[in-house]
């Protein structure tokens, strides 16, 4: 996600805190008064341990393969080893996409979210250093959108494909000094989810060398919503926030992501290339594919949950138990959503936005503006 509701999000926060510190009740269930008048204790856990723990799990394994295959690189730059530092990259995009659902917590309130994937970059401080003789290490590139995924992605990839001439050793230098912020990146988000204690040994020594400290267990905070302590003053409240995550990803997958360079190219082609994410690599529709398997995800309860195999455990059951046919309209606006994408033409994006109209691109951007709207209709369900 490119925009930083950081500012906000700490203001929420921060509301939250004070309220829950200075409320008499004491609600064992989490409820309140104006909630949906459900118990969302398992719900909340699920969701927790499922979607977000499961993704983020994935999400540092990946990580640590790519470090590795940089690290093979450095000892043999073939181009075979070249091949596997991009196929890794791409591994690691899926669970990160699928985690943009729930970019609220650690994500924004460390900045992780536009340090591990700002763009568009900015690609002339980035030649300026690859050009030049300073050392190149993580102080160097310390600006978000010099480092994350994206520069990786432009140190390695040309037209969509592995790159075919060895990198330099200006360029190792980057690649290794980018890789290295990625991970601990990486490994910060995940620990600030399961909390300091509950990492291991390898995770532990790297945030140390990088000197980051783990300020929190958030997972707890979520379970937790509705009790003395929690930043979530009800177990609505913390429903509330899985359904505001999914809401900001449609709007930004079908209003941004698509919309955004879509609507440049009618007037600047040239131009809207520049503004597709993941132009480097050719891997835009993948990610905006996975963007919407977060939302699935998040709402069915688990990674690769659908429908057919729902968590009894789910957004979706308890959407269901109120109102069965809110259930299974938001059901079919994920799977319209998520077919339409898939079936942008032709391939890859940034040819699709060439040449002005094009039905299938505005057939993406309907169903995600149509998902936006049916996923806010669950707010309706509170008492």
């Known amino acids: 996600m490119k925009a930083n509701n950081k500012f906000f999000y700490l203001l929420t926060l921060f509301a939250s805190v004070m309220m829950v510190s200075c409320s008499d009740k004491d609600d064992p269930t989490g409820e309140d008064e ?5 118990e969302f204790g398992n719900v909340i856990k699920t969701y927790v341990d499922d979607v977000i723990i499961n993704t983020y799990i994935e999400m540092k394994d990946d990580v640590t393969a790519l470090y590795e295959s940089v690290e093979e690189y450095v000892e043999n730059r073939s181009q075979n080893n070249l091949n596997n530092v991009c196929a890794q990259w791409r591994a690691m ?46 102080d160097r590139i310390a600006s978000p959108n010099v480092h994350g995924f994206h520069a990786i992605e432009y140190l390695i990839f040309a037209g969509g494909n592995p790159k075919t001439t060895p990198l330099s050793d200006r360029e190792l230098a980057y690649l290794q000094a980018a890789v290295e912020y990625l991970r601990n990146d990486t490994y910060q988000l995940y620990a600030n989810w399961v909390g ?13 060398e990088a000197e980051i400290d783990v300020q929190f267990n958030f997972s707890e905070q979520f379970k937790n919503a509705g009790k003395a302590g929690s930043t979530f003053l009800s177990q ?22 698509i919309g955004g360079p879509y609507n440049t190219a009618k007037v600047n082609y040239e131009q809207a290339v520049l503004e597709v994410e993941s132009w480097y690599s050719f891997n835009s529709l993948d990610d905006y594919h996975n963007n919407v398997i977060s939302i699935r995800n998040s709402y069915f309860g ?3 949950k659908t429908a057919a195999n729902a968590s009894q455990h789910s957004i979706s059951a308890f959407v269901k138990s109120k109102n069965a046919s809110l259930d299974q309209e938001i059901t ?8 339409a994408i898939d079936g942008i033409t032709p391939k890859p994006f940034r040819n699709a936005i060439q040449g002005g109209k094009n039905s299938t691109i505005d057939n993406a951007m309907d169903a995600c503006g149509n998902l936006e709207r049916v996923l806010e209709k669950i707010k309706t369900l509170r008492n």
């Not at 300091?196 to 140390?208: G, H, M, R």
């Open 34 to 38: 104006d909630g949906y008048g459900y």
């Open 93 to 138: 995009r899926i669970p990160w996409e699928q985690s943009e659902g729930f970019l609220f917590g650690p994500a924004a309130l460390l900045s992780l979210d536009p340090s591990l994937d700002s763009w568009p970059l900015d690609k002339g401080s980035i030649d300026r250093v690859l050009s030049g003789s300073d050392e190149i290490d993580a």
């Open 196 to 208: 300091a204690d509950n990492v291991s040994k390898e995770v532990a020594e790297a945030l140390e």
């Open 236 to 257: 609505s409240d913390a429903i509330d926030q899985i359904i505001d995550g999914c809401v900001d990803i449609s709007s930004e997958v079908g209003a941004q992501k």
């Open 302 to 304: 688990g990674r690769g």
């Open 332 to 339: 079919n606006a994920i799977e319209t959503a998520i077919n």
